[in-house]
C-alpha cells in the first residue's frame, strides 16, 4: 500500500511538474518572439541607414555638378551632406558593432525555433483531459530541459515587461473569444480598467502585492528554469 502510494505522488509531482514546463514554454517562447521582432527591427534601422547613407555618397560621387545645381544645391551644400553621411554611417558602424543586433536576433530566433519544436512535442502527446501519458512523461521532460539548457537566456531587465505582455496577449485572447466583433482598442481599454481595479482591490484587502500563491510558484520556478 506504501508503495502504491508512493506511485500515486510521483505521478502526480510529475502531472503537475509537465503541465508547469508546458506554461513555461508558452511564456517563454512569446518572450523569445518578442526579442527577435525588436532586434530585427532595430537591425533593420541600422541596415537602412547604411543604405542611405550608400546611396547619398554614390549619387554626390557620380552625379555631374549641374544636376544639383539644378535642384538648387551648392557644392558647400554637399559637403555638408556628405559630412552629415559619414557622420552617420560611422555612427551606425559602431552601433552595430557594439549592440550586434543581427546576432542578438538569430540567436531568438533558434530559441523560437528551438522551444516551438518542443510545444509542438508536448501539444501532440497531450491528452483530452489536458495531461499527459505516464510512459511520455521522461521524454517529454528531458526534451524540456535540453531546450532550455541551449537556448539563449531571456535577459533580466525586460523580463518581467516581456511577461506583462505575454499575459496581456493571452487575457486579449480569450476575451476576443467571447467577443469577437469588439474593437481590440476597446478590449484592450476594459482589460486595462479590470486589472487596475483588481490591483487596488488586492491591495486593500490584503495589503500585499497582488501576488497569489500559484503565480508566486510559478514565478520562482520560472527563475529557476533561467
Known amino acids: 500500500?506504501?508503495?502504491?502510494?508512493?506511485?500515486?505522488?510521483?505521478?502526480?509531482?510529475?502531472?503537475?511538474?509537465?503541465?508547469?514546463?508546458?506554461?513555461?514554454?508558452?511564456?517563454?517562447?512569446?518572450?523569445?518572439t518578442m526579442l527577435r521582432d525588436r532586434y530585427t527591427r532595430l537591425a533593420l534601422i541600422i541596415d537602412i541607414?547604411?543604405?542611405?547613407?550608400?546611396?547619398?555618397?554614390?549619387?554626390?560621387?557620380?552625379?555631374?555638378?549641374?544636376?544639383?545645381?539644378?535642384?538648387?544645391?551648392?557644392?558647400?551644400?554637399?559637403?555638408?551632406?556628405?559630412?552629415?553621411?559619414?557622420?552617420?554611417?560611422?555612427f551606425a558602424s559602431l552601433v552595430a558593432l557594439r549592440v550586434d543586433w543581427k546576432g542578438k536576433a538569430a540567436r531568438h530566433r533558434d530559441a523560437v525555433q528551438k522551444l516551438t519544436n518542443v510545444l509542438s512535442?508536448?501539444?501532440?502527446?497531450?491528452?483530452?483531459?489536458?495531461?499527459?501519458?505516464?510512459?511520455?512523461?521522461?521524454?517529454?521532460?528531458?526534451?524540456y530541459w535540453e531546450a532550455m539548457n541551449n537556448i539563449i537566456e531571456v535577459p533580466d531587465r525586460p523580463f518581467v515587461r516581456l511577461k506583462v505582455r505575454y499575459l496581456r496577449?493571452?487575457?486579449?485572447?480569450?476575451?476576443?473569444?467571447?467577443?469577437?466583433?469588439?474593437p481590440l482598442f476597446v478590449l484592450r481599454l476594459i482589460l486595462l480598467i479590470r486589472s487596475t481595479l483588481k490591483a487596488f482591490r488586492k491591495i486593500r484587502e490584503t495589503g500585499k502585492e497582488p501576488i497569489d500563491e500559484t503565480e508566486r510558484e510559478d514565478s520562482r520556478q520560472t527563475e529557476q528554469d533561467r
Not at 508512493?6 to 502526480?12: E, I, P, Y
Not at 556628405?82 to 560611422?90: D, E, K, N, P, Y
Not at 497531450?126 to 521532460?141: A, C, K, V, Y
Open 121 to 143: 512535442l508536448f501539444r501532440a502527446r497531450q491528452q483530452e483531459d489536458g495531461s499527459w501519458p505516464e510512459d511520455r512523461s521522461t521524454d517529454l521532460h528531458r526534451t
Open 49 to 90: 541607414l547604411f543604405l542611405a547613407c550608400s546611396v547619398t555618397f554614390c549619387a554626390t560621387t557620380f552625379a555631374r555638378g549641374d544636376v544639383f545645381a539644378q535642384i538648387g544645391l551648392s557644392l558647400k551644400n554637399i559637403r555638408f551632406i556628405l559630412s552629415v553621411a559619414s557622420i552617420v554611417a560611422f
Open 169 to 182: 496577449k493571452v487575457e486579449l485572447s480569450k476575451m476576443s473569444d467571447s467577443a469577437s466583433g469588439c
Open 1 to 32: 500500500m506504501e508503495s502504491d502510494l508512493g506511485r500515486l505522488s510521483v505521478q502526480a509531482i510529475s502531472e503537475k511538474e509537465l503541465s508547469r514546463q508546458f506554461r513555461v514554454l508558452r511564456q517563454t517562447l512569446s518572450m523569445h
